[in-house]
Each structure stands twice: as structure tokens, then as C-alpha cells.
């Protein structure tokens, strides 16, 4: 089977090592040769390990290649050259989230009963899509809980155990190949968004796109945060969230404060996990790492394998009719949540602050005022009991128009 890499970086070259260096095991895994013949990329690359060419007609023309992989990145660019591939019958191997978050049911439709694979799309290694679609698909899916992203993941374990400034770890994290092209992407909760919707996609057959759901990053997470959570037992995790209830999903990503108790909060560095709930199966875990050139060719491997095997299964998100799920309002959420107010140290502030918090329905869980150093202003921690989105949102909105606040209130939610 003769493959095309479109995209020759951190995971389109680990692929074409990957396959030259395990060719044995995998042909005899699944009966023939996987052999990588030609690459796209923008520059020049030397010392490739199979030739290289800028001209993407060069290699989208030619006949003899079976499958090709786009690991390009983008939205529009392997969007146009994966609507020509599919339209002239060609198969197709993906790890591109971004545009699967935007165009995955055209694509769907498109390939029909072709092979279009996209394992590495979401949780790197993991083989989360083999997991949902088929292993599981016998359940109602109750809940997915995921930490969906490597780049952020690996910064907040560093801020979290090393006390690690955000910009040293982010660039570490670029240097090792898991951050996206735009690392705004993973740090602004965009990435996981993206993973979560393909998740979605496959659990309930959602058809959202990320302008539907709400997603918030971990760019505004401080060490005081960090040092209230290690206080009170939690830990910090961008987690995507998927549940259900009756005929609706709410889908959200955030950072989160979990319990250290909860299996999902151990999961560190550049390491994933993404938790199930079925309503046959229970709960279950799957770990692995997140990002990493190796980590994500292993799934991209993996679909080719499965096309030469003849066992790619259509279609692409296992649904062969509608299901009835709708999204969750986001003002319907309803959880706890964590507020950190910087305010005037002077009489009368924290009554104002708990009428308010009252004449929004939000009841207290827990409060710290931290003890000041040198500021002119305190810094205060709220835990909530379970309330709605719209509540939190309206009482940091009536917060933000008070004098005695100085910086702009800080919320989290809680799982
Ligand atoms: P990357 O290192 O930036 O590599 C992208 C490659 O595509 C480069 O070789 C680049 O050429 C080439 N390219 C980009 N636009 C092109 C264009 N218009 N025409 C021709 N070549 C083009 O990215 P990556 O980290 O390998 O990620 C690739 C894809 O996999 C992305 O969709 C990403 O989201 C996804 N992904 C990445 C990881 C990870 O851990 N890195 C994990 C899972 C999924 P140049 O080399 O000349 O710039
Ligand atoms: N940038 C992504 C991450 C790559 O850090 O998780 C894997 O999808």
C-alpha cells in the first residue's frame, strides 16, 4: 500500500519513521507493506528520510497512491485538498482536529464508503475513537471527562509542582513538539474544544461547532489559584466535558478544579486521560500520552493499518441514523464554581459581596481570605454550592461595576 504524506513536521516525519523502522511488524500485522513514497511541506527539508516536494499537484495527481494523510494542520487548506481527495475516491488518514471540529459531517457525507481515518485526531495515542465507536457502542453514554490536551497539561503540572513561570513552560512545551502551530490554540481551550466536539460527534452524534459551546483556557490562572488549590485538597485541569441528560448534552472545556482524590487529577506532564461513563460498561479510564511526534504516529499507524486490513468501519462517526441529542443552553450549566475576588481590605466589602452572591441563589461552600503581605488590597476565595451558569455569570457582572473591586474577578468551575 503506497502512502502520501501531506505534511512533513513534527508528525508527518515521525510517521515516515515509524514506517520504515517498524515495516516488519507491520506488514506482518496486517499483510502487505505500508511504504511512505513522497511528502509535502512549504520548505526544503534535508536529510528527509523519502523525498519532499512543495508542490502539492505533484503528489495530489498522481495515481498510484492508496492512502493519503494530511498532517498539514489548518482549517481551509486541508479542508480543499481533502474535498479533492475524497471526491476522486481517494482514502484519507487525518490527526487534524481543527478542521474536523468545523467540517467533520461534509466530510462524513464525502467520504461515504470510503476509508477516512482520524484516530490520532483526539488524545494522541490513545485509541479513544476505536474505543467509543465500536468498543462501546453498545451503551448510552452517560458522561466523557477529558484532559484532552498534552501543552496545557504539561504547564500546569510544571506551575503546579515546580512553581514553573507559564511562558518557560509553554516554550519547553513547543520545543518538544506538542504544542499546536498557534499555541493560543491549546492554551486557550480551543484544542480541546476541538477533540471534545469529535468526541460529541461519536457519543451523540452532535453536530456543534466550537462557536457553540463554551470554552475558556488556562492563560488566566495564577499561582494564587494554584496555592488555593493545593490548600484545599484540588488540583488544576483543563477538562473537557461532555454530559447527558435526557435528550440534551451540555459540552464545555475549561480549567477545572478537581479533587486530588479523582484518578483523572493524577494525570500529569504531557500524559491524557479520558474517562467514560456508560450506562451499560460504568466508568472507565484510558491513559496515554497526548501529543509528541512518536505518540501520535502510533495512531496514525494505526489507520493505515486498519485500511490495508480492509477494516476502516463507516461510517465515520458510527451513527447510521440521527440520534435525538440537542445541545445544553450554556446559561443551563449547572455546577459549582470557584471565585477569586482582589478587593478594597475595608468594612463593609464582604457583606456586600455575600448579598449579592444571594441575590443571585449562589450559596457559599467555603471562603479564604488570604493573609496580605504588602498589597493594598485582599484577595478572597469562594468555593460555591451547585448553581446555574447564568447566576455565576450575573453576579461577576454586577461584581465587576463595584468600586472595591481592583482586578477583574477570576471564576472556575468545580467537578
Ligand atoms: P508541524 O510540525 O507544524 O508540521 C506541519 C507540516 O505541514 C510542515 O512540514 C509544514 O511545512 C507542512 N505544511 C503546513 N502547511 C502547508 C502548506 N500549505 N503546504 C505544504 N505544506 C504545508 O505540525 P504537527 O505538529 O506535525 O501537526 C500536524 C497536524 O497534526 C496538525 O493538524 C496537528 O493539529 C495534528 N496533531 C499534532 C500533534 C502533535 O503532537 N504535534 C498531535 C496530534 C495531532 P514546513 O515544514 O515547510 O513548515
Ligand atoms: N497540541 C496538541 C496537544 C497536540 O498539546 O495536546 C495533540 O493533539
Known amino acids: 500500500m503506497k502512502v502520501a504524506i501531506l505534511g512533513y513536521g513534527t508528525v508527518g516525519s515521525a510517521v515516515v519513521k515509524a514506517l520504515i523502522e517498524n515495516e516488519k511488524i507491520i506488514k506482518a500485522r496486517c499483510g502487505q507493506n505500508i511504504i511512505p513514497v513522497i511528502a509535502l511541506a512549504r520548505s526544503v527539508k534535508k536529510n528527509s528520510l523519502i523525498p519532499v516536494t512543495q508542490n502539492a499537484d505533484e503528489i ?36 487534524n482536529k481543527a478542521m474536523l471540529a468545523y467540517h467533520r459531517y461534509e466530510l462524513e457525507k464525502l467520504a461515504s464508503n470510503l476509508a477516512f481515518g482520524y484516530e490520532a485526531s483526539v488524545a494522541g495515542a490513545i485509541p479513544i475513537i476505536k474505543v467509543l465507536k465500536e468498543g462501546l457502542s453498545a451503551n448510552h453514554i452517560l458522561n466523557i471527562k477529558g484532559i ?141 500520552a497526548g501529543a509528541g511526534g512518536l505518540a501520535t504516529a502510533s495512531a496514525v499507524i494505526s489507520d493505515l493499518l486498519d485500511i490495508a486490513r480492509g477494516q476502516l468501519k463507516t461510517p465515520m462517526f458510527g451513527f447510521k441514523s440521527d440520534m435525538k441529542y440537542s445541545l445544553l443552553p450554556i446559561e443551563d450549566i449547572y455546577t459549582k464554581y470557584y471565585l477569586r475576588l482582589k478587593v478594597e481590605d475595608k468594612i463593609g466589602v464582604l457583606s456586600k459581596i455575600t448579598q449579592m452572591m444571594s441575590e443571585n441563589s449562589i450559596s457559599i461552600d467555603s471562603f479564604l481570605q488570604k493573609p496580605k503581605a504588602d498589597e493594598t488590597y485582599s484577595t478572597l476565595f469562594f468555593t460555591t454550592h451547585h448553581t446555574f451558569e447564568k447566576s455565576i455569570k450575573n453576579l461577576i457582572h454586577t461584581l465587576k461595576k463595584q468600586k472595591f473591586i481592583k482586578t477583574s474577578p477570576f471564576m472556575m468551575r468545580i467537578e
Open 148 to 288: 484532552l490536551n498534552g501543552t496545557s497539561n504539561y504547564i500546569l503540572t510544571h506551575m503546579s509542582q515546580k512553581g514553573s513561570d507559564f511562558k518557560e513552560v509553554l516554550k519547553r512545551a513547543q520545543e518538544l513538539g506538542y504544542a499546536e502551530a498557534d499555541p493560543s490554540f491549546d492554551i486557550e481551550g480551543f484544542d480541546a474544544a476541538h477533540k471534545l466536539l469529535i468526541l460529541a460527534s461519536i457519543a451523540y452524534g452532535i453536530r456543534a461547532v466550537p462557536e457553540d459551546i463554551l470554552i475558556e483556557g488556562i492563560s488566566g490562572i495564577s499561582n494564587e489559584d494554584v496555592y488555593f488549590a493545593n490548600e484545599f485538597g484540588f488540583t488544576i485541569k483543563l477538562l473537557g466535558v461532555a454530559k447527558a441528560q435526557d435528550s440534551k448534552v451540555e459540552l464545555r472545556v475549561h480549567p477545572t478544579m478537581l479533587s486530588k482524590n479523582e484518578m483523572i487529577a493524577k494525570v500529569d506532564g504531557v500524559m491524557n486521560a479520558v474517562s467514560i461513563r456508560g450506562d451499560m460498561l460504568g466508568e472507565s479510564l484510558y491513559y496515554g
Open 60 to 95: 495530489l495527481n498522481r495515481k498510484d497512491i492508496d492512502v493519503f494523510v494530511e498532517l498539514m494542520g489548518g482549517v481551509k487548506e486541508p479542508f480543499a485538498i481533502i474535498k479533492q481527495l475524497l471526491k476522486k475516491k481517494k482514502n484519507v488518514v487525518t490527526a
